[in-house]
């Protein structure tokens, strides 16, 4: 026999363990598997058995827990299949973190497909060796066989097909927003820009002003929300005096700043979130805080392997995935570095260090470039500059100049909609010679999110 015949069918028994045992853990992970898997997808008959018992119970809205499960098997003469009481408490204990079921279910739903291919194909091998029947009916029974392989339990949550008048007659989706104008929830910024270009403390202002009720951009009030913020380069004393400085500013505006709505985590030693233990440690950390919004970064130091590499990116870009997952649909601001500037060039690259998958992923990419006005030096004026074409319209200044109180001050400037000043000094002002109008009384109705 060839290799291809002996060699073990595709299946990952620690994933069963592990969904199965966060949906003994989590009501909102039965929700999520049960979308994905059917008991037959289960390599191990006995997890097929448990999965069927706890939709099975869900579903007549009963606790689902390793007694409750337990008691229900015995009843129904199968504890003893499944290796007994004390096997059902080893499932919970394989679960890293329940958050993770949905990706555990999708991996176990890809090798169920593929043992299913392997079965239609292993019919189809026999059935043209035996030749028994009709040439073209064995091809098309191949055929069929390989389609219900595809399609297997899947074709009853299709939804109907959608036509034009049905897609048109739809309302449009109104954003949920974390900061009215500028982030929704899911979405994903990501900021890049040179070393020391002042991109964490763009990072940590956007954060301070939305934990605190205060518009990043403009003189407007917006909802207050809760923020984490995830620090893998500097420490926690390189970072307090400025987190100090930001909140003593957002005071200065009549603002309190809610203690327990922000999460600080410092690792200047940097993440391997393409390691087990550092993910699901994260990930716990960010389902007990239950952010709004998630600052993280820099990227290089969020994995130890190749940057460049592609399976790198697309095992961070997974966890990165999880985290807003765990947290319900936190909005992510994630800083990247950009290479280093070419002798000559007018602009150094914008787009992130490694692999070029990350210009596809975040919904909103921007650099900070230092601007090359008269007198941008002096007022660290930055260009804004998007190297990621933005998937929805969103509120964004063109520039920013170093500001007073605060590290950044937006400005309006070449056409943008006007920008109330935060805290630009008349002195500034003349300088770039533009006009900035005063402070509205009340904040902007359309764009700040009533309290």
Known sequence: MSDDVTRALPQDLEAEQAVLGSMLLSAEAIVQVVEILTAADFYLPAHGIVFDTVC??????????????????????????????????????????????????????????????????????????NASGDPQEIAERAVADMQAARDRGLAVRDEPLLHLDEFLDQADDVPEWVIPGVLARWDRLMVTGGEGGGKSLWLRQM????????????????????????????????????????????????????SEALTLEFRPGGLDLTNPADRSWLARRVEQARPDLITIGPLYKLALGNPNEEETARTLMS??????????????????????????????????????????????????????????????????????????ERAWPEQFCQGVTWPWQAIDYTGNAPIPALTLTDEQVATLGIDIPAPASEPDPEQADAS
């Open 207 to 258: 954060a301070m002003r939305a934990l605190s009720g205060l518009h990043p951009f403009k003189n407007a009030k917006i909802r207050p929300v809760r923020v984490m913020l995830v620090d893998v380069e500097n420490s926690e004393d390189q970072a307090r005096p400025w987190i100090r400085s930001m909140a003593a500013a957002a005071r200065q505006e009549g603002a309190r700043p809610s």
């Open 56 to 129: 099975s119970m869900a579903v007549r809205g009963e606790p689902c827990d390793p007694i409750t499960v337990g008691a229900e098997l015995n009843r129904a003469g199968h504890l003893a299949r499944i290796g007994g009481a004390a096997y059902l408490h080893t499932l919970v204990q394989a679960v890293p973190t329940a958050a993770n079921a949905s990706w555990y279910a999708t991996q176990l739903r890809g090798h169920a497909l593929l043992r299913g291919v392997i079965e239609a194909g292993t019919r189809a091998v026999q059935s043209g060796y």
């Open 319 to 392: 966890a990165l995935e999880m985290l807003r997952v765990a947290s319900n649909g936190a909005a992510m601001l994630i800083e990247a570095h950009s290479p280093h500037a070419v002798p000559g060039a007018k602009r150094r690259d914008l787009r992130p260090i490694g692999s070029s998958l990350w210009l596809r992923w975040p919904e909103f990419g921007f650099g900070l470039s230092p601007a090359t006005e008269m007198g941008a030096a002096e007022l660290r004026l930055m260009d804004w500059v998007p190297w990621r074409g933005s998937r929805s």
